[in-house]
């Protein structure tokens, strides 16, 4: 005769894990990853070309809220990778342009000058 365990291990279920990973593949989150991407290559080009990529991932940035709640694919890494890219990318934008301020190439337009 075997007695029952009090506490018994409790595992978690199939449906719990394939749902994380499920969530991998929300539209939203990979929305997210498009931001990385294009990060990395505003952060590997200069100009004009910088501009572009971070504007692209700025657009990007308006969707992937709006798609997760629109296709109910709300989740707490969906929550995390959105916050965590907005941060690098403010601070990609702002090391960006203060080393284009210490390095001289900045300029201001000339009807802001005028002002005085």
């Known amino acids: 005769f075997q007695r029952p365990l009090a506490h018994a291990p409790i595992r978690p279920r199939p449906s719990s894990q394939a749902m994380k990973f499920k969530e991998l593949f929300y539209l939203a989150n990979i929305i997210d ?6 990060l990395y290559w505003a952060v590997s080009s200069t ?11 700025y657009i990007l940035d308006a969707f992937d809220g ?5 296709l109910n694919q709300e989740s707490r890494l ?39």
């Open 33 to 38: 990853y498009a931001r990385v991407v294009t």
């Open 47 to 57: 100009g004009y070309t910088f501009l572009g990529w971070y504007a692209v991932s």
């Open 66 to 70: 709006y798609a997760a709640r629109a």
């Open 78 to 116: 969906g929550y995390y990778l959105d916050m965590i890219i907005d941060r690098v990318s403010s601070c990609l934008c702002l090391h960006f342009a203060a080393l284009a301020v210490l390095g001289g190439d900045s300029f201001v337009p000339r009807p802001l000058a005028w002002v005085s």
